[in-house]
Structures are given as structure tokens and as C-alpha cells.
């Protein structure tokens, strides 16, 4: 048993690397997660791989389980997606993504993840199940947005401050 895992000396990956969490660990993953919901969410994975392919699912729960199982919310018929493999919640924060001992795992832009916050824009896959993230409630998506301008602007406001410093003492 590896002492990295910090769980107790407990081993915390099973086979093909499937991080192992007990059931009270998911549960209080969720309810870490989850907290008083906002208003309504307009919300939206759309589907970017395979049979989920141009497809638009809406969020309008503020929690909805993800998988292959009948009882869940939003049911993806592909074999690398387990019966139970994650779940969205959304709170005062906004959306978030929860593992649920899925076999394939969940990912979030390419990295694989046990939970995570959601921004808009971002590629949520369940095994091989590919979906965007919208949601028009956050606005634009971190990467891509108006705020990438303000490094450069703040860069040409010290320039100029220096240039401005420099012609007044040469004066």
C-alpha cells in the first residue's frame, strides 16, 4: 500500500489507473459541491463526439447523474461510460463535475478529474463521450476572453509612464 495516497495508507487507484473512493467519499465530494442553487440555469452540454454528436442536452436540474443506467438524468448508450459515471451539480458558484467511480473516468479540457468546476467552453468527457459546456449565465469562457487583453494593456500603461517619466526629467 502506497503511503502517497494520504487516505490512510489505502491504495487510491485500482486497475488501469480508476482512482477508488469509498461511497461516503463520493457523498461528500457532492455535498462539498453542492450548496443553495441560483436562479434557473439555461445551462447546456452540447455533444461533440460519436451518437452524442451536434446534440444539445440542457441542465434544468440542479443535480443530474450522467451514464448508462436507466435512473440516470442524462443517458449516454456507449460502453466506456459506466452505469453510474458522474454527476453534475450546480450551486451558488455555478456547475461542477463529480467522478462517480466510473471505470474510463471524467475529464474536463483533457485532464482527468474526480471533481471540478465547469466554465464555459469547457470539453466535458464521460470514457469517450465528448461534450462543450455552456452556459450563458457565466458569460465568456477565461480562455478566449475580453480579459485576455488586460496583461498587455498593463504592460502599455507602464510603458507610457516610463516614457512620460523620462521625457519630463530630460526637460
Same mark, same amino acid.
Given at each position: 500500500?502506497?503511503?502517497?495516497?494520504?487516505? %490512510?495508507?489505502?491504495?487510491?487507484?485500482?486497475?488501469?489507473?480508476?482512482?477508488? &473512493?469509498?461511497?461516503?467519499?463520493?457523498?461528500?465530494?457532492? =455535498?462539498?459541491?453542492?450548496?443553495?442553487?441560483?436562479?434557473?440555469?439555461?445551462?447546456?452540454?452540447?455533444?461533440? %463526439?460519436?451518437?452524442?454528436?451536434?446534440? %444539445?442536452?440542457?441542465?434544468?436540474?440542479? !443535480?443530474?447523474?450522467?451514464?448508462?443506467?436507466?435512473?440516470? #438524468?442524462? !443517458?449516454? =448508450? #456507449?460502453?466506456?461510460?459506466?452505469?453510474?459515471? +458522474?454527476?453534475? $451539480?450546480? #450551486?451558488?458558484?455555478?456547475?461542477?463535475? $463529480?467522478?462517480?467511480?466510473?471505470?474510463?473516468?471524467? &475529464? $474536463?479540457? #483533457?485532464?482527468?478529474?474526480?471533481?471540478? +468546476?465547469?466554465?464555459?467552453?469547457? !470539453?466535458?468527457?464521460?470514457?469517450?463521450? =465528448? &461534450?462543450?459546456?455552456?452556459?450563458?449565465?457565466?458569460?465568456?469562457?477565461?480562455?478566449?476572453?475580453?480579459?485576455?487583453?488586460?496583461?498587455? +494593456? +498593463?504592460? /502599455? /500603461?507602464?510603458?507610457?509612464? $516610463?516614457?512620460?517619466?523620462?521625457?519630463?526629467?530630460?526637460?
Amino acid at each position: 500500500m502506497s503511503s502517497e495516497s494520504g487516505r %490512510s495508507g489505502r491504495k487510491d487507484h485500482g486497475p488501469q489507473g480508476t482512482q477508488v &473512493f469509498s461511497r461516503d467519499e463520493v457523498s461528500q465530494l457532492i =455535498e462539498e459541491a453542492a450548496g443553495e442553487p441560483t436562479s434557473a440555469s439555461r445551462a447546456e452540454l452540447t455533444g461533440l %463526439s460519436g451518437g452524442v454528436s451536434g446534440q %444539445s442536452f440542457a441542465l434544468s436540474a440542479t !443535480r443530474l447523474i450522467v451514464g448508462r443506467g436507466d435512473s440516470c #438524468d442524462l !443517458r449516454l =448508450e #456507449d460502453s466506456s461510460v459506466s452505469s453510474e459515471h +458522474a454527476r453534475l $451539480v450546480r #450551486d451558488s458558484a455555478g456547475w461542477r463535475v $463529480v467522478n462517480l467511480l466510473s471505470t474510463n473516468g471524467t &475529464f $474536463v479540457n #483533457d485532464r482527468k478529474v474526480s471533481s471540478s +468546476a465547469l466554465a464555459n467552453g469547457d !470539453r466535458i468527457r464521460f470514457g469517450r463521450v =465528448e &461534450f462543450r459546456f455552456y452556459d450563458p449565465d457565466q458569460g465568456q469562457s477565461e480562455s478566449g476572453s475580453s480579459s485576455s487583453w488586460l496583461p498587455w +494593456a +498593463a504592460v /502599455a /500603461a507602464v510603458a507610457a509612464a $516610463v516614457i512620460a517619466a523620462v521625457v519630463w526629467f530630460v526637460q
